[in-house]
């Protein structure tokens, strides 16, 4: 594939235009021009000079992220700080550490934004930036397996690693568009960088005196993103939330080599094992209320069995057959997610697709984890029949193509998800190194303590990373990942995981999810700020604002009695209780009206799914006033402000282009 600039020197010159000139490279390569006027982008002819009132930046680029186009004025954004992750390959992977914004119109300020609108969507912009894990490499495609590099590797090598890329996972597809149109008419595949959302690890392995490297690759993809419970389900266009491809790779030196280790692409065994996460694929939702437990919410559309369908085909037609592992409870809240997954895989009938349930929280409770082999069992003919991508140097005609998939998928697609994975990659592992020789029939990776603490702990933090970018914390049950074992420790960790979640998933996700929709273009601006002043102010009415004041305040007065001097113990019982009402009164006010203390995304708001009326089902209607009903009944003042939210969203949503994507 071509090469793509691994450092490029920022010129400014003037108002007119950035210059980015490739540095430590042959004399003929090509520098890039941006006119800030018009946001053109120019490939300049070899050997081009830098204008002389052009000032450089101190910084050094690294790659280009892409451009945004924002209220005010489009933006640059660039990698101007990196961090190794390791080597595949042959090819360094990094993680970008570090961001710069450039404005094209002069007069907007990245620091001090001329309007609060404009500072809205750039906080957002940073948000994104600052807490996504986006990785990179210059010379290996990280948006696809291994299998498909393979497979088109002919046809791939005249190309740009942008034309080639997996469009699933190609995060930062939609910052690039300006730099892909412009590539119909000269060739900017050096300056293209594709970046994935996801985790990379690899760790060098020895056994039996064979050199080896392991390493497991996420890919998130950017259909469908955003926060655990503002994206649930399926779309219209068949992308589910939460879409993972997990890839473990293990390359493996021939047995006749010396003891010293191997150029990383003169390994004589390459593994691929596949796996894939999503949630469970019809319309369905949970609505928080400021209750620990959310409101559960399912759509019966007319369109449920089409878009399942579509999910469903471009799975098989990508992976080749799959094996679909529910591990949804059979009864209590997730009971209906469960039910209707069910009915709907069997009214489609697909001949490619095989379901599988497994109760996980039944068959592993009081901490019996090892029974998870019991889903093993069961899948061991579907595993053996998929198998794994193995090139074999040696003997070309060995070689292996993994054929189908195992699709998991629990409520959230985290923890339960998580473990399960992580078995099904130790099986496949066990089965790779049993087959060229490494271990015995007998043996497996538990019995080598090196290999298997690695296998623990990458596992652990890939559920980690996942958990953090969709929940906003670590992953549950990550102890028996990382040790093998369910622990004491591991329950009271996965106490403080939970409260962390609920906080974010009610207070702070709002704006989190608002981060994605605008990085990945689901959601574009209009250039006129005055017209979305709607993002900056609460229109919620006084009386829903000032509860948690009032309950602030009761709460300090109740600790201030506690603590001050007392001039009468008969007069206290007084004092406590008015501001112990007052905390009791204001607390029943804020759950009973708890929709309207979340913090809801504004860009594209689920106004659909939290009043949704059509057939389906819902376990509740909390949080939405005194009498619980729907607020087109007009009965509920609390609620109102949401709906008269959702007719200023709706204009915004109305204009021109502001779904536009690009596939």
Not at 300 to 327: C, F, I
Not at 362 to 367: D, F, G, L, P
Not at 401 to 430: I, P, S
Not at 521 to 528: C, D, E, F, K, Q
Request: aromatic share 12%; charged share 20%.
């Amino acid at each position: 594939m071509k090469p793509i600039h691994q450092r490029l020197n920022l010129y400014t010159v003037g108002d007119e235009a950035y210059v980015f000139a490739p540095t430590g490279e042959p004399v003929a390569a090509q520098s890039l021009t941006v006119h800030r006027a018009t946001g053109e982008v120019v490939l300049n002819p070899p050997q081009t000079p830098i204008p002389q009132h052009a000032s450089r930046s101190g910084k050094s680029v690294h790659g280009i992220l892409g451009m945004i186009s924002l209220a005010l004025s489009e933006y640059i954004v660039i990698i101007t700080g990196r961090e190794p992750k390791g080597r595949l390959c042959g090819q360094d992977i990094f993680r970008a550490s570090d961001f710069d914004i450039l404005p094209l119109n002069p007069n907007a300020n990245v620091l001090n934004p001329p309007h609060p609108v404009e500072g809205y969507f750039l906080a957002l912009l940073r948000s994104h930036l600052q807490s996504g894990s986006f990785l990179f490499s210059y010379g290996w495609d990280l948006t696809r397996r291994l299998q498909a590099q393979w497979e088109s590797q002919n046809l791939d090598s005249s190309k740009g690693v942008w034309e080639v890329a997996d469009d699933r996972f190609f995060w930062n597809k939609y910052l690039q568009t300006r730099f892909i149109e412009s590539s119909e008419k000269q060739d900017l595949s050096s300056f293209i960088l594709p970046v994935i959302y996801g985790t990379f690890d690899v760790r060098p392995i020895f056994i039996h005196g064979r050199h080896m490297h392991l390493a497991l690759i996420s890919r998130r993809s950017r259909y469908r993103a955003g926060t655990r419970y503002f994206r649930r389900g399926i779309d219209h266009e068949g992308h589910v939330a939460n879409f993972n491809e997990s890839e473990q790779l293990l390359f493996v030196e021939h047995p006749n080599t010396s003891g010293a280790v191997r150029v990383d692409d003169q390994f004589a065994h390459q593994f691929s094992f596949v796996q894939i996460r999503g949630s469970v694929p019809f319309f369905w939702a949970e609505v928080n209320t400021v209750r620990y437990k959310p409101d559960l919410q399912v759509m019966e559309l007319p369109d449920t069995p089409d878009a399942m369908k579509l999910h469903l085909l471009e799975q098989v037609s990508t992976y080749g057959p799959q094996t679909l592992v529910n591990l949804v409870n059979h009864k209590g809240h997730e009971k209906p997610v469960k039910d209707g997954y069910e009915r709907w895989v069997g009214q489609l009938g697909l001949t490619d697709v095989r379901y599988q349930y497994f109760d996980f929280h039944t068959e592993c409770k009081n901490m019996r984890w090892d029974r998870i082999s019991l889903l093993v069992d069961k899948l061991q003919l579907d595993l053996q029949k998929q198998g794994y991508f193995h090139i074999d140097s040696s003997d070309p005609k060995s070689n292996k193509l993994q054929n189908g998939t195992v699709r998991t998928n629990c409520m959230d697609n985290l923890d339960r998800t998580n473990v399960v994975q992580a078995t099904l990659a130790k099986y496949a592992l066990n089965r790779q190194l049993r087959e060229i020789g490494v271990l015995t029939k007998e043996q497996g990776v538990d019995d080598f303590e090196a290999l298997s603490k690695d296998f623990r702990e990458m596992w652990a933090d890939h559920a980690d990373a996942i958990s953090k970018a969709y929940a906003g914390s670590g992953a549950l049950k990550s102890d028996f990942t990382r040790t093998n074992e369910r622990t004491r420790k591991g329950l009271l960790e996965d106490g403080v995981k939970s409260i962390l979640r609920y906080l974010k998933n009610n207070f702070l996700d709002g704006a989190r999810q608002d981060a994605f929709d605008l990085f990945t273009g689901a959601w574009i601006p209009r250039r006129n700020p005055s017209s979305m002043n709607f993002l900056i102010t609460d229109p919620r009415p006084l009386v829903i604002r000032s509860a948690p004041a009032i309950a602030s305040f009761s709460l300090f007065m109740i600790c201030a009695g506690l603590t001050l001097p007392r001039s009468s113990d008969y007069s206290l019982v007084y004092y406590f209780f008015l501001w112990i009402m007052l905390l009791l009164a204001s607390t029943i006010f804020m759950v009973t009206y708890g929709i309207d203390y979340v913090s809801w995304p504004k860009l594209i708001p689920l106004d659909s799914v939290i009043y949704y009326e059509g057939p389906g089902y819902r376990s509740a209607k909390h949080g939405m006033g005194l009498k619980g009903m729907n607020v087109k009944l007009g009965l509920d003042n609390g609620a109102k402000w949401l709906k008269n939210k959702r007719k200023v969203g709706m204009e915004a949503e109305g204009i021109p282009m502001v779904h536009k994507r690009v596939d």
